[in-house]
């Protein structure tokens, strides 16, 4: 099939690279020049494991290509993806200016039957938008010419985006006529010949889903993160909870684990633009308000330990820090935790010095302001003369550290574990002030 994706971000490179992975022809639009020549230069403008294998693959092909041509763009593909970025207005509601951009950009130049695909994640009723603007821009053309809007949402996870794209556990999309039904089974066909597992829904339920999925999961990690801090009160280890209760089929083991508070480009934006659509139909959205509040707050709560332990004025102190991502696998810092605690840390006058495995060039760039950050390029480099250690990423080659050389290199053997890496009670027979989250025993 020919396929147009509009917007090459995470979720445009991913979808655009794993459709011509099946054999599809597939071109990739964008409006930043820069980033489509990084990828016409055979780069790959995020860190996504293997995502620089099948795009190289594919591009070697001829089945995946890239272009700011939008002409050329609309021009090729049957169905034409949408997945430009929605991030939050000022309010809080999803800013639709870029989908909405790129409907009209579809209106301006199809010429032929198009099926117009939202990836991106948008609220309830954008699909009526979308048909709106192209159907206005047809007008200003006199054209009568046939589409749909179909709305078919996204759930990769960042870090797994390949194999989450690959092995989907769902498909959802909504559409209201079988001809769009039809191309869109046939496209997602290969990706899930075991079972069935695309579901057809009305385009407003299939975007409802979208926010609630990501509002549910959200609401698992607050409710555990305000679990963990009674947790450490009453002397209950978190960790054990959460094999204790995962273990319960209906309540199962993932998405339970307490942290520093959930971040990334969408947990902390699309809970917001749920509580808004709320607001717009007179709905308080109490439990959804109180996952974002519970989430805020969370942020802190490393912080809150360290000044318990050096105090408020940390002015002359020294603290390394492991991991800047909003998690493992991925270089993306938008809405990472570790930026409120550098943020708080360099406040109270400490210098922070952190190592993170892929994001340092993403950190420096939206952390140069604070000057008393200093990146470096290993973990011992992090440690020396610090008074001690947080972490903020559970990257893997942090899980069995050398525990002898970070007493040895730290000037206090004190660690602040935002990601519950260790054991407390090893850490306490290795000498180990050890803090983590919720873990009171
Ligand atoms: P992103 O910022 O990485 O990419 C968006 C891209 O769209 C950018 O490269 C931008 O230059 C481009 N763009 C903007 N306007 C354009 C236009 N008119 N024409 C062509 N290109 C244009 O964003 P992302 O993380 O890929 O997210 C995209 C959407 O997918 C969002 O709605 C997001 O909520 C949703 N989503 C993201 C993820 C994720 O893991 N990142 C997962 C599921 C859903
Ligand atoms: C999330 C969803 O998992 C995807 O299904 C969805 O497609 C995507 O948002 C999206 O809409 O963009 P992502 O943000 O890539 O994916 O990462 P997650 O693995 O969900 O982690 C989000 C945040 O929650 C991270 O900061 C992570 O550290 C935190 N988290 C996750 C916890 O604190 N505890 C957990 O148990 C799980």
Redesign the pocket.
């Known amino acids: 099939m020919k396929v147009t994706i ?7 490179l991913v979808t655009g690279a794993c459709l011509s992975e099946m054999g599809n022809h597939v071109v990739c ?4 020049a820069k ?1 489509i020549q990084v990828l016409n230069d055979g780069g790959i403008p995020i860190y996504e494991p293997g995502l620089k294998e099948v795009v190289q693959r594919n591009v070697s092909a001829g089945r995946l290509q890239f272009t700011t041509d939008v002409q050329l763009a609309v021009n090729h593909g049957t169905l034409q993806f949408i ?4 991030p939050p207005d000022e309010d809080g509601s999803a800013d639709l200016q ?1 989908v909405l ?2 409907a009209r ?1 579809i209106g301006r130049y199809m010429t032929d039957y198009k099926v117009v695909v939202d ?4 609220p309830v009723g954008t699909a009526d938008k979308v048909r709106a603007v192209i159907a206005e821009e047809l007008a200003k053309r006199d054209k009568q010419v046939d589409f749909a809007v179909v709305s078919n ?6 870090g797994a ?1 390949v194999e989450d794209f690959m092995r989907p556990d769902r498909i959802v999309v909504g559409a209201d006529d079988e001809r769009s039904i039809l191309l869109m089974r046939a496209l997602y066909a290969p990706y899930i010949r075991s079972h069935e597992r695309l579901l057809v829904m009305d385009v407003r339920s299939a975007e409802f889903t979208k926010y609630a999925a990501n509002s549910m999961l959200a609401t698992r990690i607050s409710f555990m993160n305000e679990l963990a801090l009674l947790a450490e009160k009453v002397g209950a280890d978190i960790e054990l909870v959460r094999k204790g209760i995962g273990s319960d089929p209906r309540i199962g083991y993932q998405f339970l684990y307490a942290g520093t508070g959930y971040g990334g ?2 947990f902390p ?2 809970v917001n633009a749920l509580m808004r659509t709320g607001k717009e139909y007179g709905i308080d959205l109490k439990v959804l308000n109180a996952v974002d509040r519970a989430n805020q707050h969370q942020k802190t709560v490393l912080v809150e330990k360290v000044v318990a332990r050096f105090g408020a004025d940390l002015t002359g102190r020294r603290f390394a820090m492991w991991g800047l991502a909003f998690k493992p696998n991925t270089d993306d810092m938008r809405d990472a935790p570790s930026r409120d605690v550098i943020q708080a840390l360099a406040e109270r006058g400490a210098t922070i010095v952190a190592y993170d495995p892929v994001a340092a060039e993403e950190a420096h760039r939206v952390l140069s302001h604070v000057k008393s950050l200093q990146i470096v390029d290993n973990v011992a480099a992090t440690l020396e003369g610090a008074d001690a250690l947080l972490i903020l990423t559970e990257w893997r080659e942090f899980k069995s550290p050398d525990f002898d050389q970070i007493k040895r290199l730290l000037k206090q053997p004190v660690i602040f574990d935002g990601r519950n890496l260790y054991e407390p009670a090893l850490m306490r027979d290795l000498g180990f002030d050890y803090r983590g989250i919720g873990r009171g025993t």
């Open positions: 509009i917007g090459t971000g995470y979720v445009g639009l964008d409006v930043d980033k997945g430009v970025g929605t870029y951009a790129a950009n990836k991106s994640t948008v949402p996204e759930f990769l996870k960042e985006a480009s969408c934006k699309d």
